[in-house]
Structures are given as C-alpha cells and as structure tokens.
C-alpha cells in the first residue's frame, strides 16, 4: 500500500490518507499531557505536505 500519496491525485484523496493514516498510526495517535496530538509523526507531515500540493493544484 502507497502511504505517501502523490501531489498529482485529487485533494480529497490526499486527504482521505492523512485521515487513514491517522487512524492506525500510534505515533499519531499518542496524546501529551494536555491531550493533544504531539505532532512527532514524520509519515503524517509528509501526508499534509502531499495534500497541500494537491490542494494548490487545483485552486
């Protein structure tokens, strides 16, 4: 299975990865003392980067 996506697939399907993604990572899924997502997950900032792309493709 592709994780990372490609910035040249529709917006919604980047961002149907990140939502994927997070789900069943547990890096992504810890949460710090105030119950927050600590944000360490490398593989999800590459999913948010993609969608980015995606999403400024097709403004």
């Known amino acids: 299975m592709e994780v ?3 910035a040249d697939e529709p917006p919604e ?3 149907q990865r990140i939502l ?3 789900m069943n990572c ?3 899924r810890t949460l ?3 119950g927050r ?3 360490d997950c490398d593989t ?3 999913l948010n980067r993609t969608w980015v792309k995606a999403r400024r493709q097709t403004a």
Do not use: K, S, V
């Open 20 to 22: 994927d993604h997070g």
């Open 4 to 6: 990372y996506g490609r």
């Open 37 to 39: 997502a600590n944000g």
């Open 26 to 28: 547990p890096t992504c």
């Open 44 to 46: 999800a900032l590459r």
């Open 13 to 15: 399907t980047a961002y």
């Open 32 to 34: 710090n003392e105030d």
